[in-house]
Every structure is written in C-alpha cells, then in structure tokens.
C-alpha cells in the first residue's frame, strides 16, 4: 500500500508563510497526481493545489498567486510553500497521491493524516 507523511503545519501570524512537506512510500508502482487538500471545521474538504498527469499544475483561486506546489519525483515527494497566510487559510491540511501499487488493479486515492495550519494574530 501507500503511506503518505506529512510535515510542516504550526501556527502562523497573518501575513507569514509555511511550507508543508509530503513523502509518499510504500509498493508505488505509479503516481497519476499528488497534492493538497484542506478541511476547515464545518467545511467540506477542498482542493488547494496538485499536481496532475503530466506534471501540470491546479490551484485553487483562493491560493493563487500565493501558494506553490513542488515536487521531488525522486523522493515521491511533494511541498507546497504557502506565502501571505490568512486566517481563512486556517485548515487541516492533506496530502493526496492518486497511485497504483504493485499487485494492484488501479489506481486510488491514498491520504495523508492530516496537518493543522493555523493562522492566527
């Protein structure tokens, strides 16, 4: 299967910047597309910023021009640095790997525990 560990959430003032990490492991065979999602309490969760088949790149329009995903293919590893941090940022932030095991039959959807980002004065 397919573990995916998150890192790098904490509380930040508004105006301050983060930057989240996700390693995936396990038997990947292939990664179809990586990235983040968040859940705000009493929110549904929502797509922040992945990378898709091919290597392009989705934002959601609330983090663009603010937010930026990066990858390491060689660590299946992903990062999204996360800049002029609002209050409205304030979520449980997870990591997403749509990927393909050995021994598997397709592709699903692993995730990550979860990582807490609060922004906050």
């Known amino acids: 299967q397919v573990q995916l560990v998150e890192s790098g959430g904490g509380l930040v003032q508004p105006g301050g910047s983060l930057r989240l990490s996700c390693a995936a492991s396990g038997s990947i065979f292939s990664i179809n597309a990586m990235g983040w999602y968040r859940q705000a309490p009493g929110k549904e969760r929502e797509l922040v910023a992945v990378?898709?088949?091919?290597?392009?790149?989705t934002y959601a329009d609330s983090v663009k021009g603010r937010f930026t995903i990066s990858r390491d293919n060689a660590k299946n590893t992903v990062y999204l640095q996360m800049n002029s941090l609002k209050p409205e940022d304030t979520a449980t932030y997870y990591c997403n790997a749509n990927a393909f095991v050995y021994g598997g039959v397709r592709f699903y959807d692993y995730w990550g525990q979860g990582t807490q980002v609060t922004v906050s004065s």
């Open positions: 990378f898709t088949v091919g290597g392009s790149t």
